[in-house]
Nanobody, 115 residues
């Protein structure tokens, strides 16, 4: 069993920054891709950014230049550094982790961008 836990969400003003963290624990031999998704009220869950085991990154067009994904393989952790945040970034952010051919999701962390 693999557990995925996100942290770092909160309320931030437009133009501000936040850093999300996601830790995977449990029966893990190796993690393949790790990623962050988000879901705003009334909308479908969408990819924000992903990073492969080799460090290749992929970003949604809406966040390019403002958000950086990184991972620490030794800690089974993935980070999402967000800056220049906009009200439209408000959503629940979910971490997605690939382990042994299975996909695991965290419970989500709320990010609210508002003045």
């Amino acid at each position: 069993q693999v557990h995925v836990v996100e942290s770092g969400g909160g309320l931030v003003q437009p133009g501000g920054s936040l850093r999300l963290s996601c830790v995977a624990s449990g029966s893990i031999r190796s993690i393949t891709a790790m990623g962050w998704y988000r879901q705003a009220p009334g909308k479908q869950r969408e990819l924000v950014a992903s990073i492969s085991s080799g460090g290749t990154t992929n970003y949604a067009d809406s966040v390019k230049g403002r958000i950086t994904i990184s991972r620490d393989n030794a800690k089974n952790t993935v980070y999402l550094q967000m800056s220049s945040l906009k009200p439209e970034d408000t959503a629940v952010y979910y971490c997605r982790v690939g382990v042994g051919g299975y996909i695991y999701w965290g419970q989500g962390t709320q990010v609210t961008v508002s003045s």
